[in-house]
């Protein structure tokens, strides 16, 4: 089963807005990663928060985590062409990373 | 650093064939992990080997096996396969596990079509 779920399934925006992307959770957890997928090919790492930091950015990216609510954004700024792929929250749970569904984001130009 | 490395990249096998696929880690990578990716169930978490021991597995079948060499190389095997095998399998590697504050870093997969 899937600890995380992302929302929205779909996104699809113009080159230079901003992306949001959630992700909620079940159970707790020690850290929470992000992960990008272009088509057909492996996950790329993005960026990981621990439980006990609220906020953290990577260039472009910021990522919020709210343990209370169980769940977490990812903002992706200025968004360009290149962005376009899939982007997966994942959580440790039972001694193992798992996956949520994916959020498709497709950035127009 | 060479990156995670799968090989075949793509791979077509009949029902009841089975078929090892194979994984090399970034150098110095102890902890290899499994995944299978298909539309329908997302990403399922086939195992994860360390230092040549399986320390976690998923809910698959027996079919699936799998198996870490002192190199920290994988292989993971697949019998009697079925239609609903067919997937994108994924490797990836860590320093000590992805649910260890170490992230994951992946191979580009290999495709399994079964027929």
């Known amino acids: 089963s899937q600890q995380g779920e992302e929302d929205p399934q779909a996104l699809s925006i113009q080159e230079g807005e901003n992306a949001t992307m959630n992700c909620s959770y079940k159970?707790?957890?020690?850290?929470l990663q992000w992960y990008r997928q272009n088509s057909g090919r492996g996950l790329v790492h993005l960026i990981l928060?621990?439980?006990?930091?609220r906020e953290k950015h990577s260039g472009r990216l910021r990522v919020t985590l709210d343990t209370s609510k169980k769940s977490s954004s990812l903002l992706i700024t200025a968004s360009r062409a290149a962005d376009t792929a899939s982007y997966f929250c994942?959580?440790?749970?039972?001694?193992?990373?798992?996956f949520g569904a994916g959020t498709i984001l497709r950035v127009k130009s | 650093k060479a990156g995670v490395t799968q090989t075949p990249r793509y791979l077509i096998k009949t029902r009841g064939q089975q078929v090892t696929l194979s994984c090399s880690p970034i150098?110095?990578?102890?902890?290899v992990s499994w995944y299978q990716q298909t539309p329908g169930q997302g990403l399922q978490f086939l195992f994860e080997?360390?230092?040549?021991?399986?320390?976690n597995k998923g809910n698959f079948p027996g079919r699936f096996s799998g198996r870490q060499f002192s190199n920290s190389r994988s292989e993971m095997n697949v019998s009697t396969l079925e239609l609903g095998d067919s997937a994108l399998y994924l490797c990836?590697?860590?320093?000590?596990?992805?649910?260890?504050?170490?992230?994951?870093?992946f191979g580009n997969g290999t495709r399994l079509t079964v027929t």
């Open positions: 080997y360390f230092s040549e021991t399986q320390r």
């Open positions: 150098s110095g990578h102890r902890s």
């Open positions: 928060i621990r439980s006990n930091e």
């Open positions: 159970t707790s957890i020690n850290n």
């Open positions: 990836a590697s860590s320093l000590a596990g992805g649910y260890y504050n170490s992230p994951l870093h």
């Open positions: 994942a959580t440790d749970g039972g001694n193992k990373l798992v």
